[in-house]
């Protein structure tokens, strides 16, 4: 590692991956010299896949990415940043409806450590309708979720509803 190398860290559940998060990820990688996507376990949530799914999952999807590394966290992000040398926490925002609960988040996080910034970052206009839950509930019911998850992605979400592959 680069002692002057700018890391970010881009927290979530990432149940599942979705092509917002691939947005954000590839536009945070022109941003900083390393990325660390950190599947974080969040108890408030039901999960579809495990945290080691999700991990294995994001890797495939970027595996020709030297500069960006899959990990996996439980505990406080501003602890997760400090081991990780990271400088900043992305997070996307698709809504103005996502605004207050990630600035009271960001708001905490600096307080807890003033050395890390929180930078966000707009999903593209095309994924602003997309979420991990939204996709789980279309897939639920059999619906169609081609183009809003990669190709991989959606394969393993087909595999936990067998009865609905009709799509």
């Not at 309708?129 to 979400?157: H, N, R, W």
Request: glycine share 6%.
């Amino acid at each position: 590692m680069k002692t002057n190398e700018k890391i970010a860290i881009y927290p979530g559940s990432f149940d599942p991956l979705t092509n917002g998060h691939m947005d954000i990820i590839d536009r945070a990688l022109k941003l900083f010299d390393r990325v660390i996507v950190s599947v974080m376990h969040n108890p408030k949530k039901s999960s579809l896949f495990s945290v080691e799914e999700r991990v294995d999952m994001i890797r495939t999807c970027f595996n020709s990415k030297p500069n960006l590394e899959v990990d996996s966290f439980d505990g406080l992000l501003v602890d997760y940043t400090r081991i990780k040398n990271a400088i900043a926490i992305v997070r996307g925002m698709r809504a103005i409806s996502d605004f207050e609960n990630e600035f009271q988040m960001a708001l905490m996080n600096r307080r807890l450590n003033r050395d890390v910034q929180t930078i966000f970052l707009m999903t593209g206009l095309r994924w602003i309708f997309t979420s991990s839950s939204i996709i789980k509930e279309v897939a639920t019911f059999g619906g169609d979720i081609t183009g809003m998850v990669p190709q991989p992605i959606k394969l393993k979400v087909l595999e936990k509803f067998p009865l609905k592959q009709g799509s």
